[in-house]
């Protein structure tokens, strides 16, 4: 246990950085997957460089949880990243992103004046941005990329709406646009799935689709960051049409798609046959039961035959075939039906909607009954399968909402198992583990059970949302993407949402033909330089009567505090309050909690600044005007306060609140006032008191306002 490390491992500890996972040229590097996905286009330019090759690279998107914090790691790169030639632009939206990085496969049409022998190019996105960008990444897929340069687009998806207003699942969409889909489901698989993502997009001239969710991305690893470990075979046996596959000029649409159907997607399948990407993990000769999955699956799946005492070696005694996939679409034939071969039953394993089975249904239909193999996945076939009942819900074998568990696929495995027959001591001891199972679910729901009371999301301490989402009585308002989405569950009379971009916009619809004259629309400031200023302009267009409270933070804070606008500047109050100006709506103040800072400066005509305090009298003249009128709510972050303090670039306040629990009524109207967490209940021997959390406390001091008008 105190033996001496040997001498190459005392020297190799000697000499780690934190800068390893991006400057260590050989050997292992503990890294995240957002940060595997920062490495990554440095190994596809060192791979370059070594073949002779003069390449760059390009970056854009836009951020979304699980990718929300990819771009702060690429700024955190910098240096790295231009050492190897690597430019990192985020994209004002996600659609204009996938339009830059279009651009660069377009440098090939101009081969006088292009810098470099090729650019690769990395787009990213939440799942929501994935489908937003759906008309650039077919117009994009179809022109095709460039001979060194190829493209991967890169999908953050949401399986559980964890973070996100729907659930999402990216490879439907990717299939839409026609391109091929990699899933990884380590850190690891994530450099080397994504430089195989890069080779096939250039052999075949399609955009290549990466999926990833937060199980995967959000874990950590060491991993090899060796440039060759990557071995890249160039397919054989698929033959080029006349000119190539390559992005040209001109390129007639019906051209471009009958290289698409007759060419590209032939020459991505050619790639992923030559690279074995899809490969038998688990084999024997005498298998009859085959697990097919991928990416998070997979490891779900890994996970649940080990809890069922299932370890390699009795999978191959019981003749369980695993298979793992690493590109779900298109899914490689031959691959499937050797996978296939010899089995008598197959449990595709996947999350949400049906990709990899139906492809697997579809490849396997002409072969004869006798040597096909029964296919099973979401559905088990106990009436029939899918299609043979008007609502086959209650057959579920796999649910395709929410996510799959490692618990949900053992009990599947069981079921199929069992169904095909197993030896008596095998099938106990499946059946021990699944009560094992069963009796710790239903501890968790005894305990979840309890009456502990509910943890609802809330504003921050001293959040500008507490104050600016307020509406006057007999006002309602509508929501949008962002922080303040939370009014939906608060006592703000707030209802119904849109999504990113659409603020406000439902009330066209419903405004001829309401009661109703007036509404409020909350709108983000990230979300208006996004987006949300078309839907400002949508709601001029209409003529409807709308207030748009738009809230500028200062910040991003959902995704780490990144500067509003995509420029290190950021986006100010003065430069929105002129496009609103420019764009004709009939009013627009200016409201924050410091109106002093404004002194001086030059307003637009008719634009007024008036103090928080005055929000309610403000909003109560507005919900009477005619046409679209705006507020910007000018406060900063409260989570971006606290960083800024800690980092010393913004002063603390002298002042602190205190209750002094013995003076205090025990009203609560601080709490009321402020919507603020940091002021807590506490129970004395005189009844219910308040205090305030000094920890927690942003020094906001709204909780202190209905006392200073009492005085």
């Given at each position: 246990m105190n033996a001496p490390l040997p001498e190459d491992v005392r020297r190799a500890l000697e000499t780690v950085t934190l800068d390893d996972k991006y400057a260590l040229q050989h050997g292992r590097a503990f890294m995240s997957g957002v940060q595997a996905l920062v490495r990554l286009p440095m190994l596809q330019r060192q791979r370059d460089a070594a073949a002779g090759l003069n390449t760059a690279g390009f970056i854009s998107g836009y951020r979304g949880s699980p990718l929300g914090g990819y771009d702060q790691a690429l700024w955190a790169a910098k240096k790295h990243l231009e050492?190897?030639?690597?430019?990192?632009?985020?994209?004002?939206?996600?659609?204009?992103?996938?339009?830059?990085?279009?651009?660069?496969?377009?440098?090939?049409?101009?081969?006088?004046?292009?810098?470099?022998?090729?650019?690769?190019?990395?787009?990213?996105?939440?799942?929501?941005?994935?489908?937003?960008?759906?008309?650039?990444?077919?117009h994009a897929n179809m022109?095709?990329?460039?001979?060194?340069?190829?493209?991967?687009?890169?999908?953050?998806?949401?399986?559980?709406?964890k973070s996100s207003t729907a659930a999402h699942q990216s490879d439907h969409i990717f299939k839409a646009c026609g391109t091929p889909v990699f899933f990884p489901s380590n850190v690891q698989d994530i450099l080397d799935m994504g430089l195989h993502a890069f080779a096939m997009s250039r052999f075949s001239g399609l955009w290549s689709g990466m999926k990833t969710i937060q199980e995967v991305v959000e874990s950590s690893a060491s991993v090899s960051v060796e440039p060759d470990r990557?071995?890249?075979?160039?397919?054989?046996?698929?033959?080029?049409?006349?000119?190539g596959l390559h992005i040209r000029w001109p390129d007639a649409p019906l051209e471009q798609e009958q290289r698409l159907m007759n060419y590209k997607w032939y020459a991505a399948l050619a790639y992923v046959r030559a690279n074995r990407l899809n490969h038998n993990v688990i084999d024997g000769p005498n298998d009859r039961f085959g697990?097919?999955?991928?990416?998070?699956?997979?490891?779900?799946?890994?996970?649940a035959l080990a809890d069922l005492g299932l370890d390699d070696d009795t999978c191959r005694q019981l003749g369980i075939r695993v298979h793992k996939v690493n590109v779900v679409w298109p899914l490689e034939a031959t691959i499937t039906r050797d996978f296939a071969r010899g089995l008598q039953e197959i449990l595709v394993v996947e999350e949400k909607r049906q990709v990899i089975e139906y492809q697997i249904k579809e490849e396997l239909y002409n072969w004869r009954s006798d040597v096909r193999p029964n296919v099973v996945g979401k559905f088990s076939d106990e009436h029939g399968g899918e299609w043979s009942v008007p609502n086959p819900s209650q057959d579920w074998l796999l649910?395709?909402?929410?996510?799959?568990?490692?618990?949900?696929?053992?009990?599947?495995?069981?079921?199929?198992?069992?169904?095909?027959?197993?030896?008596?001591?095998i099938a106990q001891r499946m059946h021990e583990r699944i009560a094992v199972l069963d009796a710790r679910e239903a501890a968790l729901k005894v305990a979840q059970s309890q009456p502990t009371g509910d943890r609802v999301p809330w504003f921050c301490s001293g959040c500008p949302h507490n104050t600016s989402t307020r509406v006057p009585e007999g006002s309602r308002a509508v929501a949008g993407i962002g922080c303040h989405y939370m009014t939906v569950w608060m006592d703000r009379s707030t209802s119904t949402f849109t999504q990113m971009g659409g603020e406000g916009v439902t009330w066209v619809g419903q405004a001829p033909f309401t009661k109703d004259a007036h509404v409020f629309a909350n709108l983000g400031d990230g979300t208006y330089f996004h987006s949300g200023l078309l839907a400002i302009r949508q709601s001029i267009a209409a003529g409807v009567n709308i207030t748009y409270k738009l809230l500028y933070n200062d910040a991003v804070a959902m995704t780490g505090g990144q500067r509003v606008g995509e420029r290190p500047e950021g986006h100010s109050v003065l430069?929105?309050?002129?496009?609103?100006?420019?764009?004709?709506?009939?009013?627009?103040?200016?409201?924050?909690?410091?109106?002093?800072?404004?002194?001086?400066?030059?307003?637009?005509?008719?634009?007024?600044?008036?103090?928080?305090?005055?929000?309610?009298?403000?909003?109560?003249?507005?919900?009477?005007?005619?046409?679209?009128?705006?507020?910007?709510?000018?406060?900063?972050?409260?989570?971006?306060?606290?960083?800024?303090?800690?980092?010393?670039?913004?002063?603390?306040?002298?002042?602190?609140v205190v209750i002094n629990e013995l003076v205090c009524e025990g009203c609560g109207d601080c709490s009321v006032q402020s919507n603020c967490l940091s002021v807590e209940p506490v129970e004395t021997e005189f009844g219910r008191k308040r205090r305030i959390n000094q920890n927690t406390c942003n020094k906001d001091y709204s909780c202190v306002k209905r006392s200073e008008e009492r005085r």
């Open positions: 050492s190897n030639n690597i430019v990192f632009q985020p994209g004002v939206n996600e659609e204009l992103g996938a339009t830059a990085v279009w651009g660069t496969q377009q440098l090939d049409l101009y081969p006088e004046t292009k810098k470099f022998d090729g650019v690769f190019g990395l787009w990213y996105g939440k799942g929501p941005g994935v489908d937003r960008c759906s008309d650039v990444f077919k022109a095709g990329t460039a001979r060194h340069g190829g493209v991967i687009a890169l999908a953050g998806d949401d399986h559980i709406s990557v071995n890249i075979i160039l397919p054989e046996d698929f033959q080029m049409p006349p000119g697990l097919i999955a991928s990416g998070k699956a997979y490891n779900d799946m890994r996970q649910r395709p909402n929410a996510d799959l568990t490692p618990a949900l696929i053992a009990r599947a495995i069981v079921q199929r198992l069992t169904k095909i027959g197993v030896p008596e001591h430069q929105i309050m002129n496009s609103l100006k420019s764009e004709g709506v009939a009013k627009l103040v200016i409201v924050t909690d410091e109106p002093a800072k404004y002194d001086g400066v030059p307003l637009a005509e008719g634009v007024t600044v008036h103090h928080r305090d005055e929000l309610d009298r403000i909003q109560r003249e507005f919900r009477t005007l005619k046409g679209c009128t705006a507020i910007i709510y000018d406060q900063t972050c409260a989570t971006e306060k606290r960083r800024r303090r800690k980092r010393g670039t913004l002063a603390t306040p002298d002042k602190t």
